[in-house]
């Protein structure tokens, strides 16, 4: 009876081994593969950073580009403004001149029919 269950007991206790083993390396590989997701997560958030950061960098001369187009646009609105104030003026400096010439030329008519 003891023998059998001595025998028993080296059973259960090389049983016990091969499942203490069996777990230890399915630890070891669950940490291993954890390691490897960590490692691939880093490498996709560096990814996403530098990506975030290139867009950044591109948004930031396209807003410049657009600044400056719309400073040189405001420029140029503004001497066309200007250039439409001086013709106004000279257009009434016409209209003034014909004035007088045409008061002038009923003058001359006006002297000639008499």
Excluded: G, P
């Amino acid at each position: 009876q003891l023998h059998l269950t001595m025998s028993e007991k080296n059973e259960l206790t090389k049983s016990l081994e091969t499942v203490q083993k069996e777990l230890h390396e399915k630890e070891s590989e669950m940490k291993r593969e954890i390691s490897e997701y960590k490692d691939r997560l880093l490498q996709a958030e560096k990814e996403h950073q530098d990506a975030l950061t290139e867009a950044k960098r591109k948004n930031e001369v396209e807003i410049e580009a657009c600044q400056d187009k719309m400073n040189s646009l405001e420029h140029f609105i503004s001497s066309q403004k200007l250039e439409i104030e001086h013709l106004k003026s000279n257009k009434e400096e016409l209209n003034n001149s014909l004035k007088e010439a045409n008061q002038t030329l009923e003058e001359l008519l006006k002297t000639k029919v008499r």
